[in-house]
């Protein structure tokens, strides 16, 4: 249907994304309605996902053991394994309290757990002694709420004071319709007044004796009071949110009607005679869950599925879904106008009849197209269906205005149609091109012999020459399948340069057919004065024209004047992103040069030259009579003498391997153990040698 | 004149090679340490001088070693000499320990210097 993937190529940017806006203006806002299908029930499959075989506490277990409940998935056997346990150790426990029992018992009437009566029994008189002492709103929910949970179970629950409980429960209501959670807070709360009514049914279904009509007939009215301050979006859906936002407990609108439904719903069902609520009120309300379309988080589908669930079949009035299961019809493939009315989960409707009331173009605001067609019924596949073909539709969008009426008087009660239903839908046709035509013309008036026929039904390879003083000229006619002009949202002419730089035209149209005409002489500034080959394309497209096209009609050599020197420069052209991905430029370093060393054999001579003073120094002491005469003779202080040569001999080794390969921690740590030796030897050496000097001084 | 100058010159030199061989072999052992440690760095610095000062700092721990081990033996020598009143009490064992420990020291640097 749509042309949007074709105009939305990279270089129409700005005008194909304001034509979207032109397009979404014209659509006033509504979210398509349908009933719950399968792709409700895929994405619960996908939300709600167990990890290790729960799903977290007993709350988020609820909920999605619910949700699946009522999307009709078997879950419970892959659940109770880990989650019995929980439930009953809770049960049995004894610092559980209201709000924890509750939970349990929501859960376990679920999975349905081996749990014997004597453990149902202690948790009833629990939750009793807990309705008896308290008067918080959210713990007589939790206390009542257990207790019918115990009494589905089929052990014997009866509610002894059912008034009291009643007047401690009506006791917390205000005047506007609204609850508090107790009677210490001033604020009241719509999500609060959603509780309380199902918490009163709760007590009204299980008190021991009748609960007084009157008392019945007085909150019948608080519900009305509060439908009073119901709030509504412009698409006709309604729904509840609080007066006053407290950010720490503010609920948001889903919750908050999800909570009111429930406890309407469920009063409704232990109240005789019929509640006052309007039947759009509550059509309303389930076009409000509908129209969320499937919510992202666990909680939003479960508050969407349970509320619609409660809908389907409630006492007050059942809302039913007009729908269209495809807005797009092709008169090319002869499509029928197709209606649904179903229950909110797609279940079948009573017998009624649908009439289009009114189609209208949505573009113009005269006179409707078509008045009072009455759709006729196919019982096997249970739609409503209209042949448009003989009502001589044209191609464009409409607004069609659908009316129900039931067969039965009596299920106008039971059931919510809602009155008139507007709805949006396409008719598609195939558009014929005709009269095509394409030329250059001279800046006086050209004849039209020039110019050359074009078939745009498929691309062309025309070779085109202009200079600056001549115009281009193309036209052509479009027409609909029932013969009438046709008016596009786009007819773009594009000459694209050589250089990729881009010039995009719109096309005007007249009473009959399309063109335009470019003036040379007039657009040089406009082309940056760049002479060369432009490459043409003409785009037409329409949300309602089957054939879109995107034609390449061949190129264009220009001969544009020299740019004079304040010419504007064309603008840089997108460089294509992956570029960077590709190799870089090679890059020269430049490293130091290496110093110059002296030649090998330089140095190894100067090596030797430097050793020969240590020859001349032996020689000398050669000459000058060194002897050994004063060594000493006697062992001991000879073995001293000789450890203190050898461990100054050794220190010199230390220093060499200390050159060639040791670190200085190292050495300094041999040279440490190295000089206690040494000392220590030499001290005794020298004392000796010392002393013996001294004897032979003195003798 | 300049023959009683170059004989003067003689008879000076003559004089204090007479005069040298009357100090002890000790000393004269020390003074041609010396002799041999500045022909060392004698050396070394010519050797820079052809080649360039490339590796300075080996240039720098050769020389020093050899210039700092002439120092500690000069003063050894003044320790030693018998002559030398103010060190009289000095035992020379004890003048000749302290050399060797300052030599193992400045040894040390010059070797972690040397790179």
Known sequence: ?699 | MAKSTSSDAQMLIRSLRTAYAATPTNLKIIDLYVVYAIVTAVIQVVYMGIVGSFPFNSFLSGVLSCVGTTVLAVCLRIQVNKENKEFKDLPPERAFADFVLCNLVLHLVIMNFLG
């Open chain 1, 1 to 699: 249907m749509s042309i949007f993937p074709l105009a939305m190529a990279r270089n129409l940017g700005l005008l194909g994304f304001l034509a979207l806006i032109y397009a979404s203006l014209s659509i006033p806002g509504a979210a398509v309605i349908r009933p719950i299908n399968e792709a409700h029930r895929s994405a619960a499959l996908e939300l709600f996902v167990p990890t290790h075989g729960s799903f977290g506490s007993l709350e988020e277990t609820y909920e999605a053991l619910r949700t699946f409940q009522i999307l009709g998935v078997e879950k419970s056997a892959e659940i109770s394994h880990a989650t019995c346990p929980v439930i009953v150790e809770k049960l049995e426990s004894s610092s559980s309290i209201s709000k924890d029992l509750f939970h349990a018992l929501r859960v376990n009437s679920i999975l349905g757990c081996q749990i014997d009566a004597r453990t149902f029994e202690d948790v009833a008189s629990k939750l009793q002694a807990v309705i008896k002492d308290t008067n918080s709103l959210l713990d007589f929910h939790y206390a009542v709420g257990g207790l019918l949970y115990i009494k589905d179970q089929g052990i014997n629950v009866i509610l002894s004071d059912g008034d009291g409980t009643f007047h401690s429960i009506k006791a917390l209501s205000q005047s506007d319709g609204r609850w508090r959670y107790d009677s210490n807070s001033a604020e009241s709360s719509t999500y609060a007044a959603g509780i309380a009514l199902e918490t009163i049914a709760g007590v009204v279904s299980l008190a021991d004796k009748v609960v007084d009509e009157s008392k019945i007939g007085i909150v019948k009215n608080d519900i009305v009071k509060l439908f009073d301050s119901i709030k509504s979006y412009d698409d006709g859906t309604l729904y509840f949110d609080e007066k006053h936002v407290d950010a720490s407990e503010y609920k948001g609108p889903l919750t908050t009607s999800a909570s009111v439904v429930r406890g309407v719903t469920a009063f409704a069902t232990v109240a005789s005679g019929r509640l006052n609520i309007p039947n759009d009120k509550m059509l309303g309300l389930a076009k409000f869950f509908l129209s969320i379309g499937i919510p992202g988080s666990t909680k939003d589908l479960f508050d969407q599925i349970e509320s619609l669930s409660r809908l389907e079949n409630n006492r007050v009035s059942i809302p039913l879904i007009l729908s269209l299961p495809s807005t797009v019809l092709s008169l090319t493939s002869k499509d029928q106008l197709k209606v649904e009315v179903t229950t909110v989960f797609g279940s079948a409707a009573p017998p009624l009849t649908v009439r289009m009331v009114q189609a209208s173009r949505s573009d113009s605001k005269g006179t409707p197209v078509l008045e009072n067609q009455e759709l006729q019924f196919d019982s096997e596949n249970t739609i409503h269906y209209l042949d448009i073909i003989p009502l001589k539709l044209d191609v464009g969008k409409y607004t069609l205005i659908f009316e129900i009426s039931l067969h039965d008087p009596e299920n106008t009660n039971t059931y919510a149609t809602g009155g008139r239903t507007r709805l949006m839908a396409f008719v598609t046709g195939s558009i014929k091109i005709d009269k095509a035509e394409i030329g250059i013309l001279e800046s006086d008036a050209g004849n039209s012999e020039t110019l050359q026929k074009l078939d745009l039904s498929r691309d062309s390879t025309l070779s085109l020459s202009a200079n600056h003083l001549q115009k281009l000229r193309l036209s052509f006619q479009l027409i609909t399948p029932l013969g009438h002009n046709f008016k596009p949202h786009q007819v773009f002419l594009k000459l694209r340069h050589e250089t990729n730089v881009e010039h995009i035209f719109v096309m005007e149209s007249s009473a009959r057919q399309f063109k335009i005409t470019l003036d040379f002489l007039g657009l040089v500034e406009r082309f940056y004065y760049l002479s060369g080959k432009y490459k043409i394309e003409l785009t037409v497209g329409d949300a309602a024209m089957e054939n879109s096209f995107l034609r390449a009609l061949g190129h264009v050599e220009l001969d544009l004047p020299e740019p004079p020197e304040k010419a504007a420069h064309p603008p840089p052209q997108p460089v294509d992103p992956y570029l960077r991905f590709g190799p870089k430029q090679e890059i020269s370093h430049i490293f130091r040069a290496p110093e110059k060393r002296p030649p090998k054999e330089l140095s190894l001579a100067f090596l030797a030259l430097t050793l020969l003073p240590f020859v001349g120094f032996l020689i000398g002491l050669m000459r000058l009579g060194v002897n050994l005469k004063s060594f000493p003779s006697s062992t001991v202080p000879a073995a001293f003498s000789i450890l203190f040569h050898v461990g100054i001999a050794v220190v010199l080794l230390l220093y060499v391997l200390f050159w060639l390969k040791l670190d200085l921690f190292t050495t300094l740590k041999g040279l440490g153990f190295l000089g206690v030796f040494l000392v220590f030897v030499g001290h005794r050496t020298l004392s000796y040698h010392a002393s013996t000097t001294a004897k032979l001084k003195s003798s």
